[in-house]
């Protein structure tokens, strides 16, 4: 029972007959007819599937997901009607793949295609069965992108071997291009879109790019955000924001002082507004997580807690649709952007003519000094708000940093992120877990429940603060273990190396 | 790996359409088939299209296990492997102890075979030879079709007088009524009788049917062409008893 196979992606429709043409005389691909369905192809906004090759496509009850790298096709049958989730889809490798690529995006119809199903027999002169190629034609309008696979059968790699060859002569080598073959609609949207900095340009330039692409990204997101489709637009959109915040607060003097107050209080008040749905969301989406924390006979009156959290969700959430909509914020973002404009003749900081690369080397060395100072400070009993100011300044340079990457060697940005990323995991959640307990506590206050239901509600509260708290403790423990790494030589060096020689230069 | 033959020191009982037939119900079932055929006239690989092999022919073929695996085919079903025919039965008596006594002696080709598959059916020829001896030396369970009727009994009581006198486990005989026309007294008197004196009988009886005979119209199981036909299932409800009796064995 081989299980021999080889895979093909031809750009084109691969008929039976046109291969038969190809075959010996002996052995001869039964042609079967069969109708072709129509499909969706689906993707993410940010289209992560159209970044990996594949090609997921709905059709009918049916998702397929095809590789134009490695030709291999999934298959799997849906029995009930799908959000198109990856998350919510039965339990499979497909399943499990589509959600590492895609985790919380919604799969938005990107195209519309034909889709032919392929199953032919290789018989020989006795009509005996000696291979098998399957595969799926994907058509949209004349263009068409076949993916087929041979299937060996023991005993008869001759007759296999024939139909690779057969294959071979109608590959054009290299996989092709399905974005050229199939018209996609993809939005072309990117969260981290490549930002072009210039080492000697100077640092007002750099600033402006910056500022002006992450309000371009904030702002793509906003109709995401007003029709709810995943939880990933809002994301993208605050992050952009504080992107341009810390910009703003961290390039000192390179806009006028009272500028960088009034625009850092103009997104400080949008970022508010929406901080939370965002706290509404991060409690639902790790719902699952709460509930594993709790013993079972609690459970009752965490769905209660968890009731009242999606309600408010969907408050705080028409709440900021309503702003989304407004004049009012129509009028701010355009504001925003105009200020930002090149026609715009800002006054300028002390430094907004320093070149970049050397202003920015400057800015990352300061902050990385000053986070190894508290760093090395930190002990067992050194006293929570330093661990807070650890992370605000581990924050900062991680924002620094990132800004300037599109001016370092790539790679050894992204070493150096690893390790900050790191180091930051164990932060993040140490304050999460501290933020999650003081929003609970003042969710108690919030909402008085009477009766039985009020006090399973305070009951699970209280087990998950708790549980909040210890969690918290252990990331300390684990922060205090993991400073070590972080301000080692090694990190130094490279710090020093990267950051160092720019400072220095002219 | 479970080896079940399909016997009968009688031609002409309907050996070959059980074999094809309860190889695919096996395979159907999920279970790994390879379906040997031991019978020179080759009808088995006939039913599956397969052409026979050359190289079988030659001797020694058994001893060198890679071309025997070699030799196998895959055929048009799932699970469902075949050995096609014309082989020297002397060295087969080698391969098949070896395949039983995996453990001592197998070689690493035939150590391959043994994990290929969960069962292997051997289509027998109709005689009491060496072969069939050791056909009965190693396989677990033996089916053997009986036609009810006088003459087919008395090869029935021949064969397990056989068994008795060679000392081999009579109760790896597995009789079953094949061919049957209940519209026959002769027949129903016979199987009336042969259930009485022989416990082991199983239940399962396969009618007389055109739809069987038309496999060699069709050259495919008759399960995989007339699967819906009663007298076709029953090679279905025959399988499921057999199978029964293997797992019962595994305990």
Same mark, same amino acid.
């Given at each position: 029972?081989?299980?021999?196979?080889?895979?093909?992606?031809?750009?084109?429709?691969?008929?039976?007959?046109?291969?038969?043409?190809?075959?010996?005389?002996?052995?001869?691909?039964?042609?079967?007819?069969?109708?072709?369905?129509?499909?969706?192809?689906? &993707?993410?906004?940010?289209?992560i599937l159209a970044g990996q090759g594949k090609?997921?496509?709905?059709? *009918?009850?049916?998702?397929?997901?095809?590789?134009?790298?490695?030709?291999?096709?999934?298959?799997?049958?849906?029995?009930?009607?799908?959000?198109?989730?990856?998350?919510?889809?039965?339990?499979?490798?497909?399943?499990?793949h589509l959600v590492r690529l895609t985790a919380l995006r919604l799969l938005f119809p990107v195209g519309e295609v034909d889709v032919l199903n392929l199953f032919l027999p290789l018989l020989d002169e006795e009509?005996?069965?000696?291979?098998?190629?399957?595969?799926?034609?994907?058509?949209?309008?004349?263009?068409?992108?076949?993916? $087929?696979?041979?299937?060996?059968?023991?005993?008869?790699?001759?007759?296999?071997?024939?139909?690779?060859?057969?294959?071979? *002569?109608?590959? *054009?080598?290299?996989?092709?291009?399905?974005?050229?073959?199939?018209?996609?609609?993809?939005? *072309?949207?990117?969260?981290?879109?490549?930002?072009r900095l210039e080492p000697d340009a100077p640092v007002f330039d750099s600033l402006r790019l910056l500022v002006t692409t992450y309000l371009n990204v904030a702002r793509k997101n906003e109709e995401g955000v007003i029709a709810d489709y995943d939880t990933e637009f809002l994301h993208d959109y605050?992050?952009?924001?504080?992107?341009? @915040?810390?910009?703003?607060?961290?390039?000192?003097?390179?806009?006028?002082?009272?500028?960088?107050?009034? $625009?850092?209080?103009?997104?400080?008040?949008?970022?508010?507004?929406?901080?939370?749905?965002?706290? @509404? &969301?991060?409690?639902?989406?790790?719902?699952?997580?709460?509930?594993?924390?709790?013993p079972p006979r609690l459970h009752r009156g965490l769905e209660t807690l968890f009731e009242m959290l999606e309600e408010e969700r969907n408050r705080?959430?028409?709440?900021? @649709?309503?702003? $989304?909509?407004?004049?009012?914020?129509?009028?701010?973002m355009s504001g925003l952007e105009n200020w930002f404009g090149p026609d715009n003749e800002q006054l300028r900081g002390e430094f907004a003519n320093a070149p970049s690369k050397k202003y920015g080397c400057g800015l990352i060395m300061k902050r990385y000094r000053k986070v190894c100072r508290i760093a090395k400070s930190i002990t067992v009993e050194t006293p929570d708000e330093t661990i807070h100011e650890l992370r605000i300044q581990c924050k900062k340079l991680r924002y620094l940093i990132e800004s300037f990457a599109p001016l370092f060697p790539k790679k050894q940005i992204k070493t150096?992120?690893?390790?900050?990323?790191?180091?930051?995991?164990?932060?993040?959640?140490?304050?999460? @877990?501290?933020?999650?307990?003081?929003?609970?506590?003042?969710f108690m206050n919030n909402h008085t429940i009477r009766g039985k239901k009020g006090l399973r509600l305070a009951e699970s509260i209280g087990a998950l603060t708790s549980m909040l708290y210890s969690e918290q403790l252990r990331e300390r423990d684990l922060i205090v273990a993991n400073l070590a790494a972080f301000g080692s030589p090694e990190t130094r060096t490279a710090f020093n190396n990267l950051f160092m020689i720019g400072e220095n230069d002219k | 790996m479970k080896i079940v033959a399909c016997y009968s020191n009688k031609g002409g009982v309907g050996k070959t359409a059980t074999s094809v037939n309860l190889a695919y119900a096996c395979a159907q079932r999920g279970y790994r088939t390879l379906l040997c055929d031991l019978d020179p006239q080759g009808a088995s690989g006939f039913y599956f299209r397969v052409k026979p092999s050359a190289k079988l022919k030659e001797q020694r073929f058994f001893k060198d296990t890679e071309r025997f695996i070699k030799a196998i085919r895959a055929s048009d079903f799932e699970d469902l492997d075949l050995l096609p025919a014309n082989m020297t039965f002397r060295d087969f008596d080698i391969f098949l102890s070896r395949m039983?006594?995996?453990?001592?002696?197998?070689?690493?080709?035939? =150590?391959?075979?043994?994990?290929?598959? =969960?069962?292997?059916?051997? =289509?027998?020829?109709?005689?009491?030879?060496?072969?069939?001896?050791?056909?009965?030396?190693? !396989?677990?369970?033996?089916?053997?079709?009986?036609?009810?009727?006088?003459?087919?009994?008395?090869?029935?009581?021949?064969?397990?007088?056989?068994?008795?006198?060679? #000392?081999?486990?009579?109760?790896?005989?597995?009789?079953?009524?094949?061919?049957?026309?209940? #519209?026959?007294?002769?027949?129903?008197?016979?199987?009336?009788?042969?259930?009485?004196?022989?416990?082991?009988?199983l239940k399962a009886e396969?009618?007389?049917?055109?739809?069987?005979?038309?496999? #060699?119209?069709?050259? !495919?199981?008759?399960?995989?062409? !007339? #699967?819906?036909?009663?007298?076709?299932?029953?090679?279905?409800?025959?399988?499921?008893?057999?199978?029964?009796?293997?797992?019962?064995?595994?305990?």
């Open positions: 029972m081989t299980n021999d196979s080889r895979q093909f992606v031809i750009a084109g429709a691969v008929t039976g007959r046109k291969i038969n043409q190809r075959l010996p005389k002996g052995s001869k691909l039964k042609l079967c007819g069969s109708e072709p369905q129509s499909g969706m192809v689906l &993707d993410t906004f940010d289209g090609l997921l496509i709905l059709a *009918g009850t049916t998702l397929i997901c095809a590789d134009v790298q490695t030709a291999k096709t999934d298959v799997l049958e849906l029995s009930s009607a799908w959000n198109r989730f990856a998350e919510t889809l039965p339990e499979c490798d497909l399943k499990d009509k005996k069965t000696c291979c098998r190629l399957s595969g799926l034609i994907i058509s949209q309008e004349k263009q068409s992108l076949s993916f $087929l696979q041979t299937h060996a059968m023991r005993g008869y790699d001759a007759y296999h071997q024939q139909l690779i060859q057969a294959l071979d *002569g109608q590959t *054009g080598g290299a996989a092709p291009e399905y974005h050229e073959i199939l018209t996609l609609e993809t939005s *072309g949207y990117s969260a981290k879109p490549e930002i605050r992050v952009s924001l504080r992107k341009i @915040r810390s910009v703003l607060s961290l390039f000192k003097n390179v806009l006028s002082e009272e500028d960088t107050a009034h $625009l850092k209080q103009s997104f400080s008040e949008i970022m508010k507004e929406t901080n939370l749905l965002r706290d @509404r &969301d991060v409690y639902l989406l790790s719902k699952p997580d709460y509930f594993s924390m709790v705080a959430h028409q709440a900021i @649709r309503r702003m $989304l909509k407004s004049q009012d914020y129509q009028n701010i150096l992120l690893k390790k900050l990323k790191r180091m930051q995991e164990h932060l993040g959640l140490f304050n999460d @877990r501290s933020v999650q307990q003081v929003s609970l506590e003042e | 039983k006594h995996s453990r001592s002696r197998l070689n690493k080709a035939l =150590d391959s075979v043994n994990h290929q598959y =969960d069962v292997i059916l051997l =289509d027998c020829p109709p005689n009491i030879s060496l072969l069939s001896e050791n056909i009965f030396k190693v !396989a677990h369970k033996i089916v053997v079709p009986v036609i009810p009727t006088t003459l087919s009994e008395r090869t029935l009581e021949q064969l397990y007088d056989f068994f008795k006198d060679k #000392g081999y486990a009579k109760n790896k005989i597995l009789p079953f009524f094949s061919m049957v026309q209940r #519209g026959k007294s002769l027949h129903v008197e016979t199987m009336e009788r042969l259930r009485k004196n022989h416990k082991k009988i396969i009618p007389f049917s055109t739809h069987i005979e038309k496999m #060699g119209i069709h050259r !495919a199981p008759a399960l995989s062409f !007339a #699967g819906r036909k009663p007298a076709v299932q029953s090679y279905e409800t025959l399988w499921a008893e057999v199978e029964s009796k293997i797992v019962k064995k595994r305990r």
